[in-house]
């Protein structure tokens, strides 16, 4: 069974940091590029930041660029968002999903996946 399962989220104050975890199985990791999904009820879904399965490129959408940094640990089959100097349009749910190709375009378009987590949700209070 695959099994993304996000964590970390909640409730924080302008400013502020979040670590964002997704550790992943029932499939090969290491064969997917993996990406970070959020939505707000009521709009359309966003790519935040992806990486890719083969040198580790990120890619991250221009409204988090320079906030965040993405990894993965490909030992541990999990993924990492940091986000920093969170802003109140960050709120939303965060998804981790796996992916076949990760690119500029996956995080500039909807983006699509071949699994998601059941997601966490981020607060960002003003």
């Known amino acids: 069974e695959v099994q993304l399962v996000e964590s970390g989220g909640g409730l924080v104050q302008t400013g502020g940091s979040l670590r964002l975890s997704c550790a992943a199985s029932g499939f090969t990791f290491g064969q997917y590029g993996v990406g970070w999904v959020r939505q707000v009820p009521g709009k359309e879904r966003e790519g935040v930041a992806c990486?890719?399965?083969?040198?580790?490129?990120?890619w991250y959408a221009d409204s988090v660029k320079g906030r965040s940094t993405m990894s993965r640990d490909n030992a541990k089959n999990t993924v990492y968002l940091q986000l920093n100097s969170l802003k109140p349009e960050d709120t939303a749910i965060y998804y981790c999903?796996?992916?076949?190709?990760?690119?500029?375009?996956?995080?500039?378009?909807?983006?699509?996946?071949?699994?998601r987590g059941q997601g966490t949700q981020v607060t960002v209070s003003s």
């Open positions: 990486i890719s399965k083969s040198d580790g490129s990120v």
């Open positions: 999903a796996a992916l076949v190709k990760c690119s500029i375009w996956w995080v500039r378009t909807i983006p699509r996946y071949d699994y």
